[in-house]
């Protein structure tokens, strides 16, 4: 049978609690937000994970991941009050998770230590009452991301299947796989998948990392015809190139930079679509953070300005336009998240050296100069996550403790 989208859509409205700002009021200035909670954590969270309930209230539920561990912080959107104490519940090792449109449910892939290249374990659980709701049985290998429809109860979930990867779409009303389909050309553990807010279309991002010349490969899918991309957009290093030049950067230092962006990347939420669906986020290797036209495919803007020259091995100039930084460490995937109007981009800084890798950082997600329009101070340690809250004015993100910023 065939859904309406349309008719799900405007079921799945909600009216806007309090602080939401109204349809026709611009949202506050991202300058204007300030820290309103911070909630003490013991161990620092899988990256990209933190997520609200995908159904607000005027109690919002914050989700925070750790490898063994799910907390769930409940508090007031509405005033002050300090948020009550995290319920938390352990799990097997944690590889991915999702939240459902049940507050209390959330979708968990844990992959069990032994015996070595177990497949991962797929479940809805119950945080209430720490229980398993429905289990899916159909997993062959390990889960590295997980995406739930907004309007319905599929998801779908990407899984290295021993040097291949996997794209499955499931539903929670039943236990096994409704569609699946092999993407070549990738290594496993490296890429991401998402819907769209109207939960009609679904992109997935593959890291190719056998070619040197290739940032991403992009399929977008009908999520009703899954079994062939309708879209695809190869992401080269040469488009990241143009992309740097273009925001007055030397070539020199834009081409080793578009160089090491193009390294291996992947895992929780790597890749998302802006509200409006035009846009979509690639979160690369060593911080990298890259917006591709969603209807073109073009790559319309490269962030660099949260990355710290402290940070360096044999700095780069390259010319007068400034350095680009080359990370000490193995690269990491980057850190962003769409304001919740799709027109602006959070940036965790990266940094070990001083301040800036515990700022965030804001920029236009395609106007401006590339310099950030608001810094964000808070947090005591690298910050592994960030998260915009759909509909309100809050967004929440956490190095190992979390931090609730409001306007």
Known sequence: MDIDFAALSAAAAFLPPA??????????????????????????????????????????CLYTVTSTTISTTTFSSTSSTPPKAPHLINCSTITSFSPTHVPSQVLVASTPSYPPNAPSSLSVVNLSENSIVKSFPDVKGTIIDISSSPVDDRFITLEDNIG????????????????????SGSKGNSGGVAFD????????????????ESFCCIKLYDAMQQQTAFATFAVTRQMLHQALVSKGISPHAASSFAARACGDWGGNNCIEFNSGGDLLMVKGSGGVVVLVDAFKGNVSNVFTEHLDEVEVLGLETGGTSGAIPEVLQPPATAVAAFSPDGKKVLVAGRGRGSSKGKKIFAFDATGGNGSPIAEWKGHAGEIKSIVCHPTLEIVASVCQNTVVWMS
């Open 164 to 183: 291949s990867l996997d794209v499955k779409v499931w539903d929670q009303s039943s236990s096994g796989c409704q569609a699946c389909g092999s993407v």
């Open 19 to 60: 602080n939401a700002a109204p349809p026709n009021q611009a949202p506050s200035p991202l300058s204007s937000y300030t820290p309103a909670h911070v909630v003490a954590g013991k161990t620092p969270p899988l990256p990209n994970t933190l997520a609200f309930s995908k159904r607000h209230q005027e109690d919002v």
């Open 197 to 212: 807010n109207s939960g009609a279309i679904f992109a997935v991002a593959i890291n190719q990392v056998y070619d040197p």
